[in-house]
């Protein structure tokens, strides 16, 4: 799980406002910081497969994500997926 202060620094990172926690944004960001970490978890436990489906999941819960921002505000999608290096 992620730490709480890991959480504040990604919403003030990428949040419009203090406290916005609900902005597509920072939302994709949480995603992203979960599941980077999950891929460390599977490099030690390989035959996890249970937690595979929740990082399944989570990948697909962002790549809706990044279509909803892309369609509503693509200047902050390029912005966010350069800043979070999701695409080279």
């Known amino acids: ?6 959480i504040a620094n ?10 916005d926690s609900g902005s597509t944004e920072v939302q ?3 995603v992203t910081a979960r599941l980077t970490q999950l891929t460390g978890h599977f490099k030690i ?6 937690s595979r489906r929740g990082l399944f999941k989570l ?3 962002r790549r809706r994500l990044l279509n909803y921002l892309h369609r509503k505000d693509p200047d902050s999608y390029l912005k966010l997926i350069q800043d ?5």
């Not at 799980?1 to 890991?6: Q, R, V, Y």
């Not at 990604?10 to 406290?19: L, M, Q, R």
């Open 1 to 6: 799980m992620l730490e709480t202060a890991d």
């Open 84 to 88: 979070l290096e999701l695409r080279k």
């Open 28 to 30: 994709i960001a949480l």
């Open 45 to 50: 436990h390989t035959k996890d497969h249970h």
């Open 59 to 61: 990948v697909g819960r």
């Open 10 to 19: 990604i919403v003030e990172k990428f949040g419009s406002k203090a406290g």
